[in-house]
């Protein structure tokens, strides 16, 4: 999701490999969406797990009255684990963009008792999580080091957050937009 993690191709290629040798436990169902189809609300309970094979899906998390899009996913990727495996609940919305999407909808128990026969997928989920928890506590400690130089009125440590956080992700390149904007007013 914060960009190419090593470990996505490999599980790509293992996920597919289980969806053929799993085709009849799992009995996937091909879904097509239109551009601004929700597939999944924040909030409501991980029933089917989806995997993106064509298009585009937007992350959105709503924050209050805010909506953040934090990320773009493009296929092949698994829409719906993070809250299958956490707490039986999705974290964000999964919104499809540019275009339509095609997806395979996977009910969340039938995959998780296929896994039970593929311990090198279940390693390859827990490396690809992981590594998404460990960038995303770097991007919070990048953000807190940004805050904290604006804070501190240090335009050189601005600058360098500013330059790590724009190359992470679009929505976090917008959060150092906005980190230069805050030191802007302060200065005004």
Not at 20 to 48: C, M, R, W, Y
Not at 126 to 131: A, F, G, I, R, W
Request: contains cysteine.
């Amino acid at each position: 999701m914060w960009g190419d993690e090593p470990q996505l191709q490999a599980f790509r290629e293992r996920l597919k490999l289980l969806l053929v040798a799993h085709q009849q436990e799992l009995n996937p169902k091909k879904v097509i969406a239109a551009e601004g189809d929700v597939l999944f609300h924040q909030g409501d309970s991980v029933e089917t797990l989806m995997l993106l094979t064509e298009g585009r899906v937007a992350v959105d998390i709503h924050q209050g009255n805010e909506l953040h899009t934090l990320a773009e996913v493009e296929s092949v990727e698994l829409l719906g684990e993070v809250g299958f495996f956490a707490n039986g609940k999705h974290y964000a919305d999964f919104r499809v963009v540019k275009g339509h999407a095609e997806l395979l909808a996977i009910q969340g128990e039938a995959l998780l008792q296929a896994m039970l026969f593929d311990t090198d997928l279940v390693v390859e989920m827990l490396s690809l999580v992981s590594e998404r928890c460990r960038r995303g506590n770097q991007v919070i400690a990048m953000l807190l080091s940004g805050i904290n130089a604006v804070h501190d009125d240090c335009p050189e440590r601005i600058e360098q957050s500013m330059t790590e956080l724009g190359g992470v992700h679009f929505c976090i390149a917008k959060a150092s937009r906005q980190l230069q904007k805050m030191h802007q007013l302060r200065q005004s």
